[in-house]
């Protein structure tokens, strides 16, 4: 074989830098053919054959021959950049989207790994409109005007402050859990999943800072609260799980939210409610337009969304539903006082409360496909804590 | 059911086990049973194979010299069967301060760095080069050992880059590495690009191999070893880890150097 080629080191040594301007010049000659190396430094007798050694090229005089090894064997792209792929291999595992992957890398365990499970053209969209709308909670919410209620009306704040923490913390903890199981080819999936756990972050620190704003301590978690909720974390399955958690729980929540927004009798009281409100809505949006998605790819999914209604209902029968404490709370929050004219307004507005969380829920099934009678007593099926 | 082909090799570092549980199941699969030992240092292993409990041995240079002349005064006979491509042709070279002496006899009466007392690498291949130079150790200069994992041959690099390190900050007047050291101490910063320079290389010798005495059938071993390819991914990362692109037949004609660092210095026989 002929010298095809040559590399001017410029003085700088193999360990100093020298091996970039060797090895760029080695890409344009195929293996078997040489490289000219001039002009190293004074350890280039030392530094050459060890480096060729090492690479497996061979030296011949101030010549290297190119070797035969070739790392990038076998390496295949992760799909392409721009359209995710219809299943993801564990052997892609960390690596970009479209990136080349050396062969014979550590296989990943990512349980959703399909993108019929998980993906929605809506996913990109929504991860910018969450990036873009990250609200600073030190900043956007007027703490400095303390809040002057009634003692109890306060005290009914600071319960439903709390019963929102324990729930938005589930509502961190589902998305959380999925995004590590969750194959990271769905890149947007992956994002918009770890934004809206940041979110619930930032609700869960806003609701807190609330009910410690008056009060030093927070109000009642009932077993019932909490035995409905475990039932979100428990739950396995992606679909099941975001029907469960965005589409009926979140989606009641956007209806409490706006509840709690309209009767605040204060200033911070509404300002959190009305922010969390805006980022539950993207959820929810995104819980609606996967599964949408993953129904129109897979027949059985309907029914499997049923049945964890109606198995969600029958685990939860046994159990309180939504706690007199938070209930009465909501009641007197809107009511505002103790008048007896102000309670029953309070009780008309929580019932109306009701009554949309319940049409909300049969209007978001149906939009997932399910007929109006279906959709209706599904809804009707949905926790009594809301969430 | 008969004895798996037996490999010993010296847990010098963690990644020894990684690298030979990779190989198990391929060789296995390849319808060789395979097994393997560690010993925690050469000399061990030297015995356990002339006893007969290893049918190969991965042995540095100095362990396969200890297994010539111990199999020969037993009346047998070892054989390097294959070793790897980064086992061939290495260097060794004296590292002084710039500034500092400017040839070999200007070491006399200096500290020179050298690694730990048993490295063909570090040790006893470039004392050679200084004792045939006119410089005997411990006699025209200060021979300072640098003694990281004794009975590892050198095979831990941390005792080279002591002496490096002790050369830099002035404890040393010379310091003596491996010429692959060289190359990896500048890259990560131990060496930094002026300060030190080289005032002398070795010649040419060779490094590990593996080992096989007389009345052993390693045929097969030796066709697996050599039927691997770096391109096929499921030995690449052990080739890595092992540091090479590819095994080669074993050759003895690069033990020369470390024969006559033997003969001059003495204590290194296993009886």
């Given at each position: 074989m002929s010298t095809s080629a040559s590399a001017d080191l410029g003085g700088l040594s193999l360990g100093g830098g020298g091996h970039l301007l060797l090895r760029r010049a080695l890409t344009k000659v195929e293996p078997g053919e040489r490289v000219t190396v001039t002009?190293?430094?004074?350890t280039l007798h030392v530094d050459l054959p060890a480096w060729c050694r090492a690479e497996g090229h061979v030296l011949r005089g101030n010549e290297v021959e190119k070797g035969t090894a070739n790392r990038w064997a076998g390496a295949e792209r992760a799909g392409t950049a721009s359209t995710p792929s219809a299943d993801a291999p564990p052997t892609w595992g960390l690596a970009a989207r479209g990136a080349r992957v050396e062969a014979g890398g550590p296989h990943f365990s990512y349980p959703l790994h399909e993108r019929h499970e998980v993906w929605s053209d809506d996913a990109a969209r929504l991860y910018a409109q969450a990036a873009a709308a990250q609200w600073d909670p030190a900043k956007a919410i007027p703490w400095s005007e303390t809040p002057k209620l009634e003692a109890e009306v306060e005290d009914a704040v600071v319960q439903v402050m709390t019963y929102l923490v324990e729930n938005e913390t589930a509502a961190l903890q589902v998305p959380a859990a999925f995004v590590a199981r969750l194959h990271p080819h769905f890149r947007e999936v992956m994002q918009l999943l770890a934004v809206q756990a940041a979110d619930e972050a930032r609700h869960i620190e806003v609701f807190t800072r609330r009910a410690l704003l008056v009060r030093s301590e927070p109000g009642l978690s009932t077993a019932g609260g909490q035995a409905s909720l475990k039932t979100l974390l428990d739950e396995p399955d992606f679909a099941l799980a975001s029907c469960l958690l965005s589409v009926l729980g979140e989606g009641s929540f956007l209806s409490l939210l706006q509840f709690l927004r309209e009767n605040a009798p204060d200033a911070v009281t509404r300002e959190v409610t009305k922010l969390a409100a805006q980022d539950e809505a993207r959820h929810v949006a995104f819980g609606l337009s996967h599964l949408q998605r993953h129904a129109s790819h897979d027949a059985s999914l309907r029914g499997r969304l049923a049945s964890a209604v109606e198995q969600r209902h029958r685990a939860l029968a046994h159990t309180a539903g939504l706690n007199a404490e938070v209930f009465d709370a909501l009641v007197l929050l809107a009511a505002g006082s103790w008048e007896p004219a102000a309670i029953a307004a309070g009780f008309r507005r929580v019932q109306a409360l009701e009554r949309d969380m319940h049409e909300g829920r049969a209007m978001r099934l149906e939009r997932l496909g399910f007929p109006r009678a279906e959709a209706e007593r599904l809804a009707s099926l949905h926790t009594r804590n809301f969430m | 059911m008969a004895r798996p082909f037996m490999l010993g090799a010296v847990?010098?570092?963690?990644k020894v086990v990684t690298i030979w549980e990779g190989f198990k199941p391929w060789f296995e699969a390849a319808g060789l049973p395979f097994d393997y030992m560690l010993f925690s240092n050469y000399e061990e292993q030297v015995r356990a194979q002339l006893a007969g409990v290893i049918d190969v041995a991965w042995h540095s240079p100095l362990a396969w010299l200890q297994t010539v002349r111990a199999a020969k005064k037993r009346g047998r006979t070892a054989r390097a069967v294959a070793m790897r491509d980064t086992d061939q042709d290495l260097t060794s070279v004296v590292l002084v301060r710039e500034g500092g002496p400017s040839s070999v006899a200007e070491l006399k009466g200096k500290r020179i760095g050298v690694g730990a007392a048993d490295s063909p690498q570090a040790t006893l291949i470039p004392l050679l080069h200084l004792a045939e130079a006119g410089l005997e150790p411990g006699r025209d200069f200060e021979v300072v050992r640098h003694d990281v994992l004794l009975g590892k041959h050198g095979d831990h690099i941390g005792g080279e880059r002591e002496a490096a390190k002790a050369l830099l900050v002035g404890r040393l007047d010379a310091a003596c590495i491996i010429d692959g050291n060289h190359l990896g101490f500048a890259r990560d910063g131990t060496l930094p690009r002026a300060g030190v320079r080289v005032l002398a290389q070795t010649a040419k010798y060779d490094h590990c191999n593996f080992t096989v005495l007389d009345g052993v059938d390693s045929s097969r071993f030796e066709q697996l070893l050599l039927s691997m390819k770096y391109d096929d991914a499921k030995v690449r990362p052990l080739l890595d880890l092992e540091g090479l692109k590819e095994w080669r037949p074993g050759r003895t004609s690069g033990y020369a150097l470390l024969e006559r660092a033997l003969d001059r210095f003495e204590g290194f026989e296993v009886a």
């Open positions: 002009n190293g430094n004074e | 847990a010098y570092d963690p």
